[in-house]
């Protein structure tokens, strides 16, 4: 009886996701709030506190009464009070006097991580890419490997000559060059959005399956 339940509710909740495909409709936002609601709390009581703040905060300051096992007799690590405020001034969003407050804490996640994320990008994005650009362009008996590395260098190059915008993109050299980049990066957002479209594709094929096999038993 379960099972039936749960298929039941599953396929009238697709159902009423597929019918915006008519238009906008309250069968839709029904599916639509109700998928908000349901992930909001889902993400607060099982990710955010059991799996972040219990672990990370309670544990570590209060370990006789949230950890577990040998952590129950470590000593409190009362340092973490620290981020711990930091975070509840995230709650003076809620009101319209005081939402300033909150600010120091935006500021000092975003300082640091942008900190954080330049070091990690120039690390595994931008020596990669230097590393794999500086290769020899023409590998003796291998034609393959020589047009594949011809690619990716006239590429490097063409890319960044389009992101110099301290000239504009004309001329016989500055401007063909600016456009071969701008054909690299159309590809490369074509062949992105190709393997987001099959990924797509592979959920709503997902989908009629559910509906046609383990709901109406068709296939």
């Not at 495909?21 to 992930?39: K, Q, T």
């Not at 059991?50 to 950890?67: D, G, S």
């Not at 915008?165 to 590809?187: C, K």
Request: glycine share 8%; aromatic share 18%.
């Amino acid at each position: 009886m379960t099972l039936t339940l749960s298929v039941w509710v599953g396929a009238v909740i697709t159902l009423c996701c597929f019918s915006f495909l008519y238009r906008d409709n309250p069968f839709y936002r029904f599916a639509e709030h109700l998928f908000v609601g349901v992930s909001a709390g889902y993400y607060f009581s099982l990710i955010s506190f059991h799996q972040v703040l219990k672990p990370n905060l309670l544990a570590k300051i209060m370990p006789a009464q949230f950890a577990t096992g040998a952590a129950a007799t470590a000593a409190p690590e009362y340092m973490l009070l620290i981020p711990g405020f930091m975070g509840l001034l995230m709650l003076f969003r809620f009101s319209a006097a005081y939402s300033w407050v909150s600010r120091f804490t935006v500021a000092f996640v975003m300082g640091v991580s942008t900190g954080l994320g330049i070091v990690y990008s120039v690390q595994q994005y931008l020596m990669p890419q230097i590393a794999k650009a500086i290769r020899p362009i023409v590998v003796a008996g291998d034609f393959f490997q020589s047009f594949s590395n011809l690619v990716l260098v006239v590429g490097s190059v063409a890319c960044l000559f389009y992101f110099f915008f301290s000239t504009e993109h004309r001329g016989p050299v500055y401007g063909n060059i600016a456009r071969v980049g701008i054909w690299y990066l159309m590809l490369s957002f074509g062949a992105a959005f190709g393997a987001t479209v099959m990924g797509r594709i592979s959920l709503l094929i997902g989908r009629f399956h559910f509906l046609l096999h383990d709901w109406l038993n068709i296939v």
